[in-house]
């Protein structure tokens, strides 16, 4: 009976604890994406969203290609002059005054505010020895764990892979490219290792049915596992290149394979779960909070902060890489994240380097409508058709992507394109993407780099022919005659910043 009562104090206390903490701690909310995106109309005021265009030339509502219906707002934000009317002439002025402004432009209407209570990452690895090609190489998989402690219904594991070539004589600069993460081609056993696990492997199915004795005894040769091959001809580039993980390692680089899954999902449902909704406790955003493209910026931080401590790796040059909508984050990483050396970015379209102001293929309202998960809550607002405040459209952004560009300014900028012929279709706005170049190229210049080779405006300005890189400054431009992909410009993105480090061939 003593017992007994000595436990109750502890069950209550126990209950007390338990109820307190679900009381200051909810459940994560379960929305919908529609749902999520109504929550999100509510809280700013609108009632109804402009639908996007059809990306179906044949639809009623198809995107705008024609060229003299593209530019409505002609006029794009000046990255060169301040908010209060005041022209930028000095670098100085740049990294005290106009940078800080374009940032917290960008943050509050455009892409969201990483938050300042975001929990510390801690990173674990496994490391195997393996062959990429014809090149030897050291395997990192990496998990970096997300510190849940303050609302542990929500756990967030940072997925990447760090592989390096196992015969550099020193640390290696670095491409971070998003995309699923996971060893290249784990080492196999070979060998007397091989014979070994084979023998074991028996031993142990013949212990549990004996009846097998008689099948390995007819069929000696057979063996449960068996080597690949110990080379496979790797799927080519659409240049008929090896693909970019083998151009990295045979150039004495190392990459990284970061999976924005396992940051923030993407779409609208997962914004109470993730990075995103670990911070938020498992509640819906707020206007001005962060959403999909900034949290995958804020994963390859992360990411750099663990090379930082990898002695294998050049930590002074490291890049990101991305294509599409991570095409977008890679330029997103790159004009937040200063200690980024380069970037490669891949056909990002609208949210990325083409201009948002342009009515040329994916348009605002694209963003707003399917993929207003990727932006702020805020940036819905440029895509109402009937609110509280009236109706947006994209003339009255603050900001435009040109700045987005001149905010990676002086660090490697390589801006790439395919073609619509291939696949890169039209939808992306090539031209906008151009423009925005042309422009930001001001900014490279004022802070001592080397811009595009170009002397007139973004108005006038002309893209150079397909295959025509111009690749001789801080800041590049290449179309390609491929598709979809970034692949055909990696072999010109490796040259150029090779020699923009003073690497000599590898």
Request: aromatic fraction near 10%.
């Amino acid at each position: 009976m003593r017992l007994v009562l000595k436990s109750i104090p502890v069950l209550l206390m126990l209950v007390s604890t338990t109820a307190a903490f679900s009381q200051s701690s909810p459940a994560p909310v379960t929305f919908t994406s529609d749902q999520d995106q109504k929550n999100m109309m509510d809280q700013l005021g609108i009632k109804a969203l402009r639908p996007g265009p059809s990306g179906n030339e044949k639809a009623p509502n198809h995107a705008n290609y024609d060229e003299s219906k593209a530019n409505p707002y002609p006029n794009i934000p000046d990255p060169l002059t301040m908010n209060n009317g005041d022209k930028v002439t000095t670098a100085q002025q740049w990294w005290d005054k106009r940078r800080p402004e374009i940032v917290e432009l960008y943050s509050k209407y455009v892409y969201g505010r990483v938050p300042n209570n975001v929990p510390k990452v801690t990173w674990s690895a496994t490391v195997d020895h393996e062959m990429i090609g014809f090149t030897p190489v050291i395997a990192k998989d990496l998990i970096g764990t997300v510190d849940s402690s303050a609302y542990p219904d929500i756990s967030v594991k940072i997925h990447a892979t760090l592989v390096v070539p196992a015969n550099a004589k020193g640390p290696v600069p670095t491409l971070i490219m998003f995309g699923p993460a996971g060893f290249p081609k784990p080492n196999e056993p070979r060998g007397e290792a091989m014979t070994e696990l084979n023998a074991a492997m028996k031993t142990v199915l013949i212990q549990q049915d004996p009846r097998l004795q008689k099948v390995f005894d007819e069929h000696p040769a057979w063996m449960p596992f068996s080597n690949s091959p110990f080379f496979t001809p790797p799927q080519l580039n659409e240049d008929g290149g090896p693909p970019n993980p083998w151009q990295l390692v045979a150039a004495g680089w190392g990459f990284v394979l970061l999976d924005p899954a396992s940051v923030q999902a993407d779409n609208g449902a997962g914004l109470t779960r993730g990075i995103i909704g670990l911070v938020n406790k498992g509640q819906p955003r707020k206007p001005e909070d962060w959403g999909a493209l900034r949290a995958w910026a804020w994963g390859a931080g992360r990411t750099l902060d663990y090379l930082e401590t990898d002695p294998s790796v050049d930590a002074k040059h490291v890049g990101i890489d991305g294509v599409s909508r991570y095409g977008k984050a890679a330029l997103i990483t790159m004009a937040f994240d200063q200690r980024f050396y380069m970037v490669l970015v891949g056909s990002s379209g609208k949210g990325g380097a083409t201009l948002l102001r342009r009515n040329y293929g994916e348009a605002v309202e694209s963003l707003t409508g399917g993929e207003y998960h990727w932006m702020a809550g805020n940036f819905m607002k440029y895509g109402a058709s009937d609110a509280s405040f009236g109706t947006g459209n994209p003339g009255q952004l603050p900001v435009d992507s040109n700045e987005l560009i001149a905010l990676c300014a002086p660090r490697l900028t390589f801006i790439s394109y395919g073609i619509p012929e291939k696949g890169d279709a039209h939808w992306l706005d090539h031209e906008g993407s151009f423009m925005a170049t042309v422009d930001a190229s001001r900014v490279f210049g004022l802070l001592g780099a080397k811009g595009l080779p170009v002397t007139e405006d973004y108005h006038t300005a002309k893209m150079p022919p397909v295959n025509t890189g111009w690749l001789d400054g801080q800041l590049s431009w290449r179309q390609h005659d491929g598709g979809h992909t970034d692949a055909p410009n990696m072999k010109w993105f490796i040259q150029w910043a090779d020699k923009a480090m003073g690497r000599g061939a590898q």
